[in-house]
């Protein structure tokens, strides 16, 4: 051992057998390396230097897993502090090694051992309902739950009284006269008055090695452990062991769980509302941006400009300008576009609309959808019919009993039959804003029949594929300056705007709030996962006592890993279900009273579990390694 610059020999030069089945006590004072000793014998610490040998086997090359493996199977321990879990009633402290060398906790041994040390009807108590000497005999029947070969006692009596004392040294000489190896450290010569054999220490070396004369027969039990020798290892600890212990241990230290928790949830919430609300954004303007139509080019007149100021239309369209332009090659299909306002009367029934002039392949190309009747056709729009498609809200305020098809109504005092009903739209994006509150009716009929236009206000253009767009606003830009002789910068003239782009526009603006909305919540998460780190890197200091234990009785690195880990992973997880939970009442709450869509998409879900999960393995595995890496020994003595 080194202390500060001095190095000190905790055992020097020791040479020493221990027989199957012998009582041995090794004493010695203070600092004597009685205590080293036997953390030695018993794998808690390893030698620097020299060999132990435990049935002839050299355990010089021994790793944590075969280090582990003789402690969970072969020695059980008892402390002079007792190193019971507070939390854990009697019954459980004992099937506590259970968990390591995968023995059934079902079968009432943790019972019937407490039944033999005296306590069998302390079973359901916790440690401290205890006495001193009720908690060493506790301790006593754990280290004897895996039927042990060897029991090491560290100061077994030291903490209790002269009766509690005598009563547990006899439980040891009976556990050596049924076959136990027994070695007891002790600076007590009563104690040590017990044993067959007295092995003296001092200054890490031995000073004495005395044996008494030979105690009654030992009896052998059929509980001894001889058949662990035939190599047979039992099953691994299973990660339902390490789930059932993280429970335990969550549960334990609810409000400590619960701020643990706390982190995740907010940020798991913050995901799932962000995403519902976003998506369900995204899906409202989608449908709106449905109704510019796909691949759509909208040319309307510009303004003429004289020293800058505008001063009047530089061009006009007529329906021929829309017949050209249909005629360019990767123009799919073409409309004129008018409108005005008027009113619609139907019997005693008078609404305020919007009169439209259209052709009839207009509503294929807005993404409009017929919902009863059909649309006027081509012929309708030669022979100026007065025939007329209404919006859904139209339909709704002047027909409220649903009777539409074949019935007559007047706009602007003239008739018309209507022909069908569009499907309800909602708002819109530029020209077509209000389609549930229009009229539309065959751009002739409505340019020379009611509204008296002889001009076309807007030219919709629908290009075959969104490659050709570009080449197309071109060409028409070039037709139109010439059939109109424009001289200068054609966007005086006319405009022509590119539907997809706006499209595009708004799509990337969306994706751009989505991903900034994403990166708070992220953060939100990390933030999370930052307190879960600080949370179990706190819970790895308060329980090292507790790990220390663990590694005694027989758990490996891997085991306290895989504890640790799984602990972090169910807190998360239960924050991140938390969280999916708030956060969508959140979203809804949201949608409620505001009106706004929200989707919850089940892969959001997926992908704040997955999330919440992956925090708890990243933000985990460093403090559940720091616990593994702790050695038992130096972990038993923490203060």
Known sequence: YNTGAAAYKALDNVSLEIKDGEFAAIMGPSGSGKSTLMHIIGFLDAPDSGEYYIDGKDTSGFGDEEASYFRKNRIGFVFQQFHLLARYNSVSNVNLPLIYSGGDEKDGRAGRLLELVGLGSKKNNLPGELSGGERQR????????????????????????????????????DLNRQGKTVIIVTHDPDVAAFADRVIKIKDGRISGD???????????????????????????????????????????????????MLGVLIGVAAVISMLGITRGAQATIDESLSSLGSNLLVISPGHARVAGVRVGRAARFTLKDTEIIGAIPGVKRVSSYVSGSGQAVYENRNIEISIIGVDA??????????????????????????????????????????????????????????????????????PGIGDDESVFIPVTTAMYRLLGQRYV?????????????????????TVLANRHRITGNPEDAFRVRNMAEIQDMVESTNRTMALLLASIAAISLLVGGIGIMNIMLVSV?????????????????????????????????????????LGSAAAFAVSFFSGWKVIIA??????????????????????????SELNPIDALRYE
């Open 138 to 173: 506790a301790a006593i029947a754990r280290s004897l739950i895996n039927e042990p070969d060897i029991i090491l006692a560290d100061e077994p009596t030291g903490n209790l009284d002269s009766k509690s004392g005598k009563d547990v040294m006899k439980i040891f000489s």
């Open 541 to 581: 200091k308060e329980r090292i006592r507790e790990i220390g234990l663990r590694k005694a009785i027989g758990a490996s690195k891997k085991d306290i890993l895989g504890q640790f880990v799984v602990e972090a992973v169910i807190m998360t997880f239960a924050g991140g279900i938390a969280g999916i939970l």
């Open 457 to 477: 206000r807007t030219i919709y253009a629908e290009v075959e594929s969104k490659e050709l767009i570009e080449s197309v606003e071109r060409s028409i830009i």
């Open 210 to 260: 005395e044996k008494k004369k030979k105690r009654p027969e030992k009896i052998k039990t059929a509980g001894h452990s001889e058949n662990k020798r035939s190599g047979k290892e039992k099953k691994r600890t299973g990660y339902w062991e390490y789930v059932k212990q993280a429970l335990k241990t969550i549960t334990g230290n609810k409000l400590r769980s619960l701020l643990s």
């Open 602 to 627: 089940p892969d959001a879900v997926l992908l704040a579990t997955s999330f919440s999960v992956f925090i708890g393995l990243a933000f985990g595995i460093w403090p559940a390694k720091q616990a």
């Open 361 to 430: 392949v207009y509503p294929d190309m807005r993404a409009s959808k017929i919902r009863t009747g059909s649309m006027f056709d081509d012929e309708d729009t030669n022979l100026r019919e007065k025939t007329a498609v209404i919006g859904a809200s139209v339909a709704s305020e002047l027909f409220p009993e649903g009777n539409v098809i074949g019935r007559t109504i007047k706009l602007n005092r003239v008739s018309f039959a209507v022909a069908g009903v569009f499907e309800e739209r909602g708002g819109g994006f530029g």
